[in-house]
């Protein structure tokens, strides 16, 4: 687990979920990009961002880098704001949001 | 253009600061204070101790006057009572009190008229030198005397005393008188004895101001310093013992603690003084540092605008029919370039308008913000209509690497005589179309951003745009907020635009100014396009 400024990384390996909490933005992005490149690309990674206050296009990138290039992710759990966010920049076609 | 100013270096003097100066003056001063209490008590005890000593002192010399009193009150007695003996007799009992271990160096019989000495015992007398008359006057002043007479001597060599003693209460004929040499240190007066240990001492006959020393232990006369002084009858003289303690009496502790008061004061006073100096300048340079920094960040924030305004039209072109406003402010907190852009190209028959949006920020941001502007500006010379303008954008700028990037982008082709818009849209926040009847988000049909691997094409919508109206695009910047969801941000703009009157340029200068406070953390972009009436 990572602990940073307002977020934080918790990678649950054998169920392949990565959760992120607090806001996940420029500062963060590096720690996310980390967890989930510990994946192999032999299936999905779920995201959960149960805990996830904020999230800004540099957060959006890593999930859509993961999405399009890693292992493939599934997005859970994220708040209505973060869904509307996702759905507003027209990323909710790329990635996969798991209701 | 980046300048750095040295931080004040240690060699150079710097004035203290006030905090150190307090300290340095509340330590001073609580010093003196205590020094200065140690040192009356010092100062007190020693005039006590010297005091006592003195006492003492004079005790011991008290002892002595009635060794020098007693023989010659006795001769006096044998003298008188047996005025017609032997002579013999009288030399006898005053040779037992002279010589060298005796009382006197000489004593004799006078008769008192004062011309000769009938018997003479011992060393040749002083008196003997002295005119008649003034021996005479001497006895006189004996006679009427009932004590011991004291004579000053102490001009011959080596000083003396003369004593004339009769018995007291009888007519004399005859009185005793003796000489007795005196030693400077005055042990011919009293033995040396612990009571004059540690002193300084000065005994004269009379008061010491008249300088008659009978005996002192110190070459320098009259004593100095600490004194104290005490005075005795000698016969009808006084004599006056001054004293002064060689040393400290009460011992080197006491006499030390105000000087180990002061060193360890003073040392207190400094170190505190060393560590609160310390303390400020560390705190100067830190503020310094945070100047210098809030100064470098400033620079660093005022090139990166320079830089993002280079990138972005110098100029709007002039279209009949048409008003074009643009802005674009960079965020303040960050000093990165941003990515927003907006973009107007002149084409048949109309222009086409792009505002767009390069995620995350940076000299790497900014450059991608270039690439897509100008394959997006190339292709809409290009005749190319919105769709098609992200579609091949899309691609191009998509090489199949990592996503670092994306870019949202709105983009408009303007028909200026069907009075039409079409818009395909990239992620980016749809168009606002500001009429007489209010303010509407325009239902354009969204695509993910440009660079996410979207392989499909994007949809464009026409609208239809009445005389009057004002289409206003935006970034993200303008309206979001962190933490709150992204449709209350554009209600604030739909609603703040919906309010806006006047001339174009006055509606965005208040757009900017209501929704986009200084302290906003994103850049920035508005482009918007009105309809003459």
Redesign the interface.
């Known amino acids: 687990m990572t602990e940073g400024e307002g977020f934080g990384v918790e990678v649950d390996r054998d169920r392949r979920v990565v959760h992120l909490r607090g806001d996940i933005d ?1 500062v963060a992005r590096d720690a996310v990009a980390a967890a989930l490149g510990g994946f192999d690309h032999l299936g999905s990674v779920t995201i959960d961002l149960g805990g996830v ?2 999230i800004d ?2 957060g ?2 890593v999930l ?2 993961a999405a ?2 890693g292992p493939g992710v599934t997005i859970r759990d994220a708040s ?2 973060i869904v ?2 996702i759905e ?4 909710d ?2 990635l996969a949001i798991e209701p | 253009m980046v300048r750095l100013r040295p931080v004040r270096g240690g060699h150079e003097w710097t004035r203290p600061s006030k905090a150190t100066l307090i300290v340095l003056v509340v330590g001073v001063c609580t010093t003196a204070v205590v020094v200065l209490a140690a040192s009356r008590a010092h100062d007190q005890n020693e005039e006590r101790l010297l005091n006592q000593r003195t006492r003492e002192a004079l005790a011991v010399l008290e002892a002595t006057v009635p060794s020098v009193v007693g023989p010659l009150a006795t001769s006096a007695a044998v003298v008188d009572t047996a005025s017609e003996a032997d002579p013999e007799v009288l030399r006898r009992i005053l040779e037992l009190h002279v010589g060298p271990e005796a009382r006197y160096v000489s004593a004799s019989v006078w008769p008192v008229d004062g011309t000769a000495p009938t018997i003479v015992v011992g060393q040749p007398l002083e008196l003997s030198r002295w005119p008649t008359s003034e021996t005479r006057a001497f006895f006189e002043r004996a006679m009427e005397s009932d004590r011991l007479v004291v004579l000053d001597l102490l001009d011959a060599d080596p000083p003396r005393l003369g004593y004339a003693f009769t018995d007291p209460g009888r007519q004399a004929t005859r009185l005793v008188y003796a000489e007795q040499t005196l030693v400077r240190d005055g042990t011919s007066l009293a033995r040396p004895d612990t009571a004059f240990t540690d002193l300084d001492y000065a005994i004269y006959l009379g008061p010491e101001s008249a300088g008659r020393v009978l005996a002192a232990n110190s070459a320098v006369i009259p004593l100095e310093g600490r004194r104290a002084s005490a005075e005795i009858d000698l016969g009808d003289a006084q004599l006056q013992l001054v004293t002064s303690p060689r040393g400290e009496l009460g011992g080197l502790l006491l006499a030390r603690l105000p000087w180990l008061t002061l060193t360890a004061g003073l040392v207190t006073t400094a170190a505190a003084a060393v560590f609160t100096e310390q303390t400020q300048r560390r705190r100067l340079t830190a503020e310094a540092l945070a100047r210098e920094n809030a100064g470098l960040y400033d620079e660093q924030r005022r090139g990166s605008r320079a830089l993002q305004h280079s990138l972005l039209p110098r100029s709007l072109p002039d279209v009949p029919g048409l008003v074009l406003a643009v802005r674009y402010t960079a965020g303040v907190a960050g000093t990165d370039v941003g990515g927003d852009w907006y973009d107007v190209t002149v084409v048949d028959g109309g222009l086409t308008v792009v505002v767009g ?1 390069v ?3 940076g000299l790497v941001a900014a450059g991608v913000m270039a690439s897509v502007r100008y394959t997006m500006r190339t292709l809409a010379a290009q005749e190319l209509l919105p769709g098609d303008i992200l579609t091949t954008t899309n691609r191009v700028v998509d090489d199949g ?6 870019a ?1 982008a709105i983009c408009g082709r303007i028909h200026l005589d069907e009075q039409t818009v079409a818009f395909a ?5 749809p168009p606002l179309l500001i009429t007489a009847d209010g303010a509407s988000w325009v239902d354009v049909p ?4 440009l660079g ?3 392989e499909g094409p994007y949809q464009e919508r026409t609208i239809h745009v009445p005389t009057g109206a004002t289409l206003v695009m935006v970034t993200d910047g303008l309206y979001e907020r ?6 209350t941000g554009l209600e604030r703009l739909r609603s703040a635009a919906a309010e806006c009157r006047g001339d174009l340029d006055t509606m965005v200068d208040s757009l900017m100014a209501d929704l986009n406070p200084e302290a906003a953390t994103d850049d920035t972009a508005i482009l918007a396009v009105r309809w003459r009436g």
């Not at chain 2, 969204?446 to 951003?449: D, F, I, Q, R």
């Not at chain 2, 962190?482 to 449709?487: A, K, L, Q, W």
């Open positions: 420029l206050t904020f296009s540099s959006l990138t859509v880098d399009v290039t209505p704001t509307r966010i507003a920049t027209g990323l076609q790329t | 949006d995620s995350g920020r690497g990592p996503i670092r990037f994306f949202t849209d990239a992620g980016h926040p969204l695509g993910p951003p996410v691997r979207y962190r933490g709150e969801p992204v449709d």
